[in-house]
């Protein structure tokens, strides 16, 4: 699966970093792990048919997460008619709010289009990826999601508490090619003790703020001892798992 980073910033959109958007290729089919910035718009540019996306999982509903949420139901309510995608956010109020917010543009919604309620457990599988949630402690409804692939299982944490309370706890086994978490709440150090005895390829740390960003650096040098890979994620790096 190809990763590519849309939006890599944490709350505030920063110099050259969107708020959080994480797009996922599989097979020509894309997935999106949150929409804080408009995805929409990084689709035309790369020329990616609207129709390609199957999925748009929101890890919570702030602003930072969602915001592109509401250009990309628009324009797929009114002229990507034939796109189909599933549309998971932790809650449903966000479909509600969006079809307000499309009375009030003039351009009701005028087609079905599936939105449902996040719940810990499995909540996709298309038969070419899988996702499960787990929740979180960042604010009311708020999840990380595991999504395996061709193979592949990347943990997106989405925004936590802090990784001592709320880090996704999942069989001791389950090996992680691939790590992508926020460092904008707390010391990415905190996460030294959840990643000690697991199995995992690669550690990518996005959404993170400038106040975090020397325990970044710190974490990335304990776990090199760990053999562990390290990126930190500016927008459009692309990763392959
Ligand atoms: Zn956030």
Redesign the pocket.
Known sequence: MRITFLGTS??VPEPNRKC?CTMIEVAGNVYFIDMGTPAIDALRTRMIEVDAVKGVFITHM?G??SNGLISFVDIVNWYFRSADPDIVVPDLEAYHAIKNWLEVTKVPLGRKIRFRETTPGLIYDDGLVRLTAFLTQHCVKSYAYLVEAEGKTVLFTG?LRNPNVDFPEMTTDTKLDLVVCEA?HFEATDYLPRFLNKKIGKICVN?YSDRYLPSVFSLFAAVSDMKICTVLATDDLEIVV
Do not use: Y
């Open positions: 944490h709350g959080s702030h930072d997460h925004d904008a959404h």
